[in-house]
């Protein structure tokens, strides 16, 4: 195992618990992040163990520039609860089980840049896991450390949770391989999901009430300035045409004269 530390500075550097960057892509990859992050969280609760989402993976004392943000990670053997980030030189861990909720645009940076640090800091495993199934066959793949290099894990199970993972839609179901038995997401948790989604349906579907009225407005206004163009036509049509008769007047009246 590789691990990239740094000697200790003379002044410790500010270590930033945020970016100002969103959580997920899309909602359906926030969807998955939480759901895997609260039922891992309850899957490991009681153990010298925690597990952070989307927060700060510094792996270099000294340069808080070299960091990444993983979707879920799981640290075993250390104090359980949550951090503003996670630094390895003081919690003296490298996150065993790492979880990314890919995407088309974010298919390089994980396949390559994040596969190749969690290869070298020594991660387990490194499971990616595409809610859209946008470039994943089967939406979900993972990786397991063998030597200094990963291997795909072809039965899709995690020795280090003792569970086995199945996709069903857009997230990951959990079960455990000694039992079988489905670990499922809190109540609170899928009554807080509920609502959120109840609210983007809402929000989603006033938007395209709103952007349909719009089109509409839209239409109406085109089909006024086509009757009003017909109009202007017709007037200048007509207009040649008095002209014309003018013109056929004024030619008559001089043969007769």
């Given at each position: 195992?590789?691990?990239?530390?740094?000697?200790?500075?003379?002044?410790?550097?500010?270590?930033?618990?945020?970016?100002?960057?969103?959580?997920?892509?899309?909602?359906?990859?926030?969807?998955?992040?939480?759901?895997?992050?609260?039922?891992?969280?309850?899957?490991?609760?009681?153990?010298?163990?925690?597990?952070?989402?989307?927060?700060?993976?510094?792996?270099?004392?000294?340069?808080?520039?070299?960091?990444?943000?993983?979707?879920?990670?799981?640290?075993?053997?250390?104090?359980?609860?949550?951090?503003?980030?996670?630094?390895i030189w003081e919690e003296g861990q490298?996150?065993?089980?790492?979880?990314?909720?890919?995407?088309?645009?974010?298919?390089e940076h994980d396949q390559v840049f994040?596969?190749?640090?969690?290869?070298?800091?020594?991660?387990?495993?490194?499971?990616?896991?595409?809610?859209?199934?946008?470039?994943?066959?089967?939406?979900?793949?993972?990786?397991?450390?063998?030597?200094?290099?990963?291997?795909?894990?072809?039965?899709?199970?995690?020795?280090?949770?003792?569970?086995?993972?199945?996709?069903?839609?857009?997230?990951?179901?959990?079960?455990?391989?000694?039992?079988?038995?489905?670990?499922?997401?809190?109540?609170?948790?899928?009554?807080?999901?509920?609502?959120?989604?109840?609210?983007?349906?809402?929000?989603?579907?006033?938007?395209?009430?709103?952007?349909?009225?719009?089109?509409?407005?839209?239409?109406?206004?085109?089909?006024?300035?086509?009757?009003?163009?017909?109009?202007?036509?017709?007037?200048?049509?007509?207009?040649?045409?008095?002209?014309?008769?003018?013109?056929?007047?004024?030619?008559?009246?001089?043969?007769?004269?």
């Amino acid at each position: 195992m590789t691990t990239l530390l740094s000697p200790t500075p003379t002044t410790e550097p500010f270590y930033p618990s945020a970016d100002g960057e969103p959580v997920a892509e899309t909602y359906d990859h926030l969807y998955a992040l939480l759901t895997v992050l609260e039922v891992l969280r309850q899957h490991l609760e009681g153990r010298q163990a925690t597990v952070l989402g989307n927060q700060f993976l510094y792996y270099a004392q000294g340069y808080p520039r070299l960091r990444v943000a993983p979707d879920v990670m799981v640290i075993f053997d250390v104090a359980p609860g949550g951090r503003d980030n996670y630094k390895i030189w003081e919690e003296g861990q490298v996150p065993s089980v790492i979880f990314e909720m890919t995407s088309e645009s974010t298919r390089e940076h994980d396949q390559v840049f994040k596969r190749t640090l969690y290869e070298q800091l020594g991660v387990q495993e490194y499971w990616l896991f595409d809610p859209k199934g946008e470039w994943i066959p089967g939406q979900l793949q993972g990786y397991r450390l063998r030597g200094e290099q990963y291997e795909p894990i072809q039965d899709f199970c995690s020795q280090p949770l003792q569970l086995r993972l199945q996709v069903e839609g857009k997230l990951i179901g959990f079960y455990r391989q000694d039992t079988g038995e489905k670990l499922l997401v809190p109540d609170e948790l899928a009554q807080a999901l509920r609502q959120e989604v109840f609210a983007r349906q809402q929000a989603e579907a006033e938007a395209e009430e709103e952007r349909q009225r719009a089109e509409q407005e839209r239409q109406r206004a085109e089909q006024e300035r086509q009757r009003a163009e017909q109009e202007r036509q017709r007037a200048e049509a007509a207009e040649a045409q008095v002209e014309q008769l003018r013109a056929k007047l004024r030619e008559l009246g001089s043969e007769l004269e």
